[in-house]
């Protein structure tokens, strides 16, 4: 069966099927549009996840660089207390505080949970969520690509059905772009 009459659907890594042949040739206009809308809402959705994985990977790399720069110097925890520092309400909202200590700090976990840690522990907490994110940016991408290659398909899967249904038209003016369901 040649590439563009079928597409190969990856339900998961743990699913029962892993893959799924389904000849696009058989199939009319409107199930392909129908398909053709699914993937698009899943390719937005995993697109809109990614981003925001890449958020919290930022704002992790934001609280490393921030516990260097504002309590450790040069690898060392600086004393600092009664230093004044910036204490951010919102991502755009800071207030003037002064630093009480700076042999441990508040660890956002997660979920409003605080753990009080060193300045080392925490840099090293929020190293291992960077990396855990960046793993799953990794899965995420070859999920995506893999959507974005079966969207390929079944749009060229549309063509091919609609060009068949024009024998004996110039079908040479007309693009994919325009394929509708009236077409078939």
């Keep these: 069966m040649p590439l563009s009459n079928a597409i190969v659907a990856k339900t998961g890594p743990r699913s029962l099927l892993d893959r799924a042949r389904v000849n696009l040739s058989a199939l009319p206009i409107p199930q392909l549009t129908s398909i053709k809308n699914q993937l698009t809402q899943e390719l937005q959705h995993l697109t809109n996840s990614f981003t925001q994985l890449r958020a919290a990977q930022a704002?992790?790399?934001d609280c490393?660089?921030?516990?260097?720069?504002g309590i450790e110097k040069g690898g060392k925890v600086e004393e600092g207390a009664g230093k004044p520092i910036l204490v951010p309400l919102t991502p755009s909202l800071y207030v003037p505080g002064k630093l009480a200590s700076t042999e441990t700090v508040l660890v956002d976990i997660g979920t409003g949970f605080y753990v009080e840690k060193?300045?080392?522990?925490?840099?090293?907490?929020?190293?291992?969520?960077?990396?855990?994110?960046?793993?799953?940016?990794?899965?995420?991408?070859?999920?995506?690509?893999?959507?974005?290659?079966?969207?390929?398909?079944?749009?060229?899967?549309?063509?091919i059905v609609c060009w068949d249904g024009w024998d004996g038209l110039d079908w040479t003016d007309r693009s994919c772009d325009s394929i509708t369901a009236e077409d078939a």
């Design 64 to 69: 490393i660089k921030s516990i260097k720069d």
């Design 59 to 61: 704002k992790f790399r």
């Design 118 to 159: 060193t300045p080392p522990a925490a840099r090293q907490f929020y190293a291992s969520k960077v990396d855990d994110l960046g793993k799953n940016l990794k899965d995420l991408e070859t999920i995506v690509q893999g959507k974005q290659g079966n969207l390929t398909v079944v749009e060229d899967g549309m063509c």
